[in-house]
């Protein structure tokens, strides 16, 4: 098995212990923010579930029996993996209702004995399929194990969550971030991300070795407002950006810029009302400056509009437009003139 993160494994040992005195979670909800592990701590506790010889000193699985192969190989016909697929008609990344009937039908055929069933992300199943997979948790067969990985708990079905023991998974403290992110490759260009990826190390770590360090500075420039601009070229200069060859060649666009720009705006209203900055710390004296600009209620309305218009960021009917109208009030804010 490979080694878990050490952040992870008092989760992983906690349900260790829940199996050995037989009480183990029969839906378990893994939430946590994005880059925090969450789906490698499932991994490991389905790996751990269905190994035949697990280690008794370490507790661990064994990583060599036929189900930890055949698991590791994505293969193993007792453990299901429900994820959006990727298809005509599911530009939403939906978990479909369909999947859901695939999965009451495998879980019927299949022998008894344990199984263990994946839901990866959550919050990917709508009411409909919410409510299809509340039939299966409220009569749950034996012996499967449901995990359920989640950045938002609160979205999901609250008749779904109570069917779970919820498990919040926190990034770990810095140091100990750092410390691991020191150990993997890439990692020590996504020491000056961790602050920005929320103390997620896998997202600082990902976004590193996308090359996504060389954005900030140009993010910076632009939010931190240096050369007010209207939200008109504001937004042609975003949109050649994003586009740029080299820009989507890193993986960068929309999203993640959008990301940014909330954690941006949640910086701001953090240091309007008094608190450090969390995601931008380097930027302290210009969220200083401009946060000064408005109140706190401004900028804590300004943070609820951008992630109602984050909510279409995966489909804009049209990017200039879009970016025009994310960006317009805060240009005005902070001085941009048309
Ligand atoms: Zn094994």
């Known amino acids: 098995m490979a080694e878990l993160m050490p952040w992870l494994e008092p989760w992983y040992r906690r349900f260790v212990a829940a199996m050995a005195a037989e009480r183990a979670p029969q839906a378990l909800m ?73 999965l009451q039908e495998g879980l019927s055929l299949a022998e008894a004995g344990r199984r263990v069933v994946t839901i990866v992300p959550a919050e990917a199943m709508n009411r409909f399929t919410a409510n299809a997979l509340l039939k299966v948790l409220e009569e749950p067969p034996a012996g499967v194990s449901f995990l359920l990985v989640t950045e938002s708990p609160s979205a999901l079905l609250p008749t779904v969550r109570s069917r779970c023991q919820v498990w919040w998974i926190a990034p770990p403290a810095r140091d100990a971030a750092l410390a691991w992110l020191a150990t993997q490759e890439g990692g020590p260009q996504a020491a000056p991300l961790l602050d920005l990826a929320g103390g997620a190390p896998l997202a600082a770590l990902q976004w590193a070795r996308a090359g996504w360090g060389r954005w900030i500075e140009r993010f910076l420039a632009e939010v931190g407002g240096e050369a007010p601009k209207s939200p008109l070229t504001w937004a042609a200069g975003l949109e050649s950006w994003l586009k740029a060859k080299e820009t989507q060649e890193s993986g960068f666009g929309l999203e993640a ?74 240009a005005d804010l902070i001085g941009g003139k048309g």
């Open 30 to 102: 893994l939430g946590g923010p994005r880059g925090v592990g969450k789906e490698a701590l499932a991994q490991a506790l389905a790996a751990r579930w269905l190994c035949e010889r697990p280690l008794e000193a370490g507790e661990s699985a064994c990583g060599q029996c036929r189900s930890c192969r055949l698991l590791r190989a994505g293969d193993h016909p007792l453990a299901w993996r429900l994820a959006p697929e990727a298809s005509l008609g599911n530009e939403g990344r939906q978990i479909t209702l369909e999947q859901i009937r695939d």
């Open 257 to 330: 810029w959008m990301d940014w720009w909330l954690r941006w705006l949640h910086d701001l209203a953090r240091v309007a009302s008094g608190a450090p900055a969390r995601h931008f710390p380097q930027a302290g004296e210009r969220l200083r400056a401009l946060a000064g600009r408005a109140s706190l209620r401004t900028w804590l309305a300004l943070e609820t509009k951008a992630r109602a218009r984050a909510e279409w960021v995966r489909h804009p009917l049209n990017l200039r437009l879009y970016l025009e109208d994310v960006v317009s009030d805060y």
